[in-house]
């Protein structure tokens, strides 16, 4: 396993479209997160999951966005109606345990035109 | 609530110098602490991290970080700075009182100069 891989690298929408991505934690974990982050900023918490239950969500995450796991492996994140805000990196992370450090992967570059 | 606070935007230091970078979190509960670096155009990659047991961890690279409860730091540490270290470098802090979010700093940008 080559680590947490993440799909598409790089995707430019225009406004108002709906985009997903796709994310494959490393096979063993059962924990995944979902960043985002802008140009000068650390990564900001979207959402958790604990196999195939979203246990948390932050309140950045809009009702425009909504994440699934559906059967505990891989991630999906949409976005609908996209606004020119919502440009930024979408960062894939999973972990094995609580207290374990989370594998983060290369992430998808949002750019909404 | 849980936050992390990177003082520092940037810090500068010749190469084979001691660096320091600096964190402090607060937390409501005990805390995980982590440090990330992100080098250009690559992801965030795992340094260290502190759950509990000895107040100094080492980690990847030469780094080590100092967990002071009292004063709620986590500096991040390396005795002799290599050019190959300039990176952006990320603080983070779990309290699972809060919820399971790991949540990082702004970030520290890291230049050694030869």
């Known amino acids: 396993d080559t680590g947490v891989s993440q799909d598409p690298r790089h995707k430019i929408t225009k406004r108002g479209q709906n985009v997903t991505f796709r994310c494959d934690p490393i096979s063993e974990h059962n924990r995944l997160y979902w960043y985002r982050q802008t140009l000068g900023q650390g990564p900001e918490f979207l959402t958790y999951f604990q196999n195939e239950a979203q246990l948390e969500k932050s309140r950045l995450l809009s009702d425009r966005f909504s994440a699934e796991r559906p059967k505990g492996s891989f991630s999906t994140l949409e976005i609908q109606r996209t606004e020119q805000g919502d440009s930024a990196m979408y960062l894939c992370a999973s972990s094995l345990e609580s207290f374990a450090e989370a594998f983060f992967g290369q992430g998808t570059r949002l750019t909404v035109v | ?114």
């Open chain 2, 1 to 114: 609530a849980q936050s992390v606070a990177q003082p520092e935007d940037q810090v500068n230091v010749a190469e084979g110098n001691p660096l320091t970078v600096k964190c402090t979190y607060s937390v409501s509960g005990n805390p995980y602490l982590f440090w990330y670096v992100q080098y250009p155009n690559r992801g965030l990659q795992f340094l260290l991290k502190y759950i509990t047991g000895d107040n100094l961890v080492k980690g990847s690279y030469g780094f080590e970080a100092e967990f002071n409860k009292s004063q709620t730091s986590f500096h991040l540490k390396k005795p002799s700075a290599l050019v190959s270290d300039s990176a952006l470098y990320f603080c983070a802090v779990r309290d699972l009182n809060s919820g399971y979010a790991l949540n990082f700093g702004k970030g520290t940008s890291l230049l050694v100069t030869p």
